[in-house]
Antibody, heavy 121, light 110 residues
């Protein structure tokens, strides 16, 4: 059974950096595209970033482009989200999610429980 | 990146059917059959209910169905049950290669 476990969240000041991790198990991680999706408190879902199974294709939401970087280590079954120049509006629960469509079109068939990032002075 | 448009809330009585709409543009919903729907109960991670507009993952009740016409996709829940009360989100692939979500719809079972 696929399982995704996020870590690395916490309280950080505006302008600082933070790296999130998501460890996968129960499926062949090295053949799966992976996403980060966030949800601000009391708000809806917002897609953040995607990385292809081999790491060669990365995509970002306009709201984070140039500040966030997604990466992966297939030897560790882990996907990362490096967040820099953090803003108050980046405060959210960050979920990693597995891409369930071979065309890599944003079908999230497995989700982690999320890790909370709070950006506050 | 504008979100897809969903009604903020819908409601229905047990046994009834409800439909949630998800309106996008010719660059996302209208351009591809890559619309998915997710159910989220409070404090829980979202769960995939429909993918590729009409397909149900294994284990999802056949009371859930999806459709699309032009730039608008729809999720229909028939035989409404108390356990269906949750937030529902649509998403779509976009021509830019990115993904966009709807704002979410709160379903209340009366």
């Amino acid at each position: 059974q696929a399982q995704l476990v996020e870590s690395g969240g916490g309280v950080v000041q505006p302008g600082r950096s933070l790296r999130l991790s998501c460890e996968a198990s129960g499926f062949t991680f090295s053949t799966s595209g992976m996403h980060w999706v966030r949800q601000a408190p009391g708000k809806g879902l917002e897609w953040v970033a995607f990385i292809q199974y081999h790491g060669g294709d990365e995509r970002y939401a306009d709201s984070v482009k140039g500040r966030f970087t997604i990466s992966r280590d297939n030897s560790k079954n882990t996907v990362y989200l490096q967040m820099s120049s953090l803003r108050v509006e980046d405060t959210a629960l960050y979920h990693c999610a597995r891409e369930g469509n071979t065309r890599q079109v944003g079908t999230f068939d497995n989700w982690g429980q999320g890790t909370l990032v709070t950006v506050s002075s | 990146q504008s979100a897809l448009t969903q009604p903020a809330s819908v409601s229905g009585s047990p046994g009834q059917s409800i439909t949630i709409s998800c309106t996008g543009t010719s660059s996302d919903v209208g351009a591809y059959n890559y619309v998915s729907w997710y159910q989220q109960h409070p404090g829980r991670a979202p769960k995939l209910m429909i993918y590729d507009v009409t397909n149900r993952p294994s284990g999802v009740s056949d009371r859930f169905s999806g459709s699309k016409s032009g730039n608008t996709a729809s999720l229909t829940i028939s035989g409404l049950q108390a356990e269906d009360e949750a937030d529902y989100y649509c998403n779509s692939y976009r021509s830019s290669g990115n993904v966009v979500f709807g704002g979410g719809t709160k379903l209340t079972v009366l």
